[in-house]
């Protein structure tokens, strides 16, 4: 799909450094070594060294330009977001091991809002069969995750944040569906961002389609 591949293109040319604190998990091994492999970013593992190596060494996997560091006495998640903070690392990502509520509770006491935001929240990435709807079959849902029942406001600076967020990762201008105006079926026929009323409809948008 042309626009995934657009995002996907753009993160290779500027290859960033990720920093992964769930380096227990063999998932964010295996998907460090995609990563590597396809020189999409470059991977930051925390963790003991040693043993680290060891779960590296018992899944099979090539991760020699990985880069290990030790959190020490440290909690991994806020010693991987601290990186972040200090520049250390252009970005985190967590939640595989810890729990989404401990990842943004984290990123908000270490790294802070991004300046001129007001509120955090999330979107999801919907790449659908269906190339007719959104944006080549590309949509973007927003809030899945973090604000449950959001007023007027909030609501605004969903939109606000999300179609800021489709147009910098797709250069693409953003067409916004407020799915408390308008039928789901509508939205995918008509707008390439779709803002929920709540984290429940979200949930049950991002499962019936």
Excluded at 7 to 35: F, G
Excluded at 78 to 91: H, I, K, L, Q, W
Aim: a negative charge; charged letters at 20%.
């Amino acid at each position: 799909m042309s626009i995934l591949n657009d995002i996907y293109n753009k993160a290779k040319k500027s290859h960033k450094t990720i920093v992964l604190p769930e380096s227990s998990d063999p998932r964010i091994l295996r998907s460090s070594e995609i990563i590597l492999q396809s020189r999409l970013a470059k991977i930051i593992l925390i963790g003991d060294e040693e043993n680290v190596k060891t779960r590296i060494s018992h899944e099979g996997l090539s991760l020699s330009a990985v880069q290990i560091i030790s959190s020490r006495e440290n909690d991994p998640l806020d010693f991987a977001a601290t990186m972040v903070a200090r520049g250390e690392a252009d970005g985190m990502v967590a939640g595989s091991t810890y729990n989404s509520s401990a990842v943004i509770r984290c990123a908000i006491k270490i790294i802070g809002l991004a300046p001129g935001q007001k509120k955090l929240s999330s979107f999801m990435i919907m790449s659908l069969e269906n190339n007719t709807w959104g944006e080549q079959g590309v949509i973007f849902f927003a809030d899945c995750a973090v604000i449950p029942n959001p007023n007027a406001e909030d609501l605004a600076e969903i939109a606000r944040q999300t179609a800021n967020s489709f147009q910098s990762l797709t250069g693409r201008e953003p067409r916004l569906a407020l799915l408390s105006e308008v039928s789901l079926d509508e939205a995918l026929n008509q707008a390439n961002v779709l803002i929920f009323p709540d984290l429940d409809s979200a949930n049950i948008g991002c499962k019936i389609t």
